[in-house]
């Protein structure tokens, strides 16, 4: 898919199991979002964004917190050795669990991108570090 075709359209994600779509979707929903989140970063503050570690971790965080609802959509694979990790219905209900939580995490992430103290951070850091040399 191309940038313009990334900007306007959410992924598909696939997955095997029927009862797992609705949880596919949401997470192409955030796929998505996450590539408006950088898209937008990288524009407005275009070279200072290499200087912007704030802005950064929270993009990595973010993505971090993706790949591990990938891997979950894809693989239906029970990681537990329990004989009850077997039974479909047991493995369903672990697996729309872990992706609701991981989705309110991968949100709440992306919501930190533009509603955080950073600016306030920055400021004091500034403040702190332009009278640390006067103090002598």
Request: aromatic share 4%; charged share 25%.
């Amino acid at each position: 898919m191309n940038r313009l075709g990334a900007a306007i359209r959410i992924p598909d994600v696939p997955v095997q199991s029927d009862e797992l779509r609705s949880f596919a979707s949401q997470l192409g929903r955030i796929i998505w979002r996450f590539n408006l989140a950088v898209n937008r970063a990288l524009i407005a503050y275009r070279e200072p964004i290499l200087d912007m570690q704030l802005v950064q971790e929270r993009i990595a965080d973010a993505a971090r917190s993706s790949l591990p609802q990938v891997a979950s959509s894809v693989d239906g694979t029970p990681k537990c050795k329990h004989p009850a990790a077997t039974d479909p219905r047991h493995r369903t209900r672990a697996a729309e669990l872990f992706l609701r939580q991981s989705f309110r995490r991968a949100r709440r992430l992306l919501g930190n991108l533009n509603d955080n103290e950073d600016r306030a951070v920055l400021g004091t850091a500034n403040s702190v570090l332009s009278h640390a040399g006067n103090d002598d």
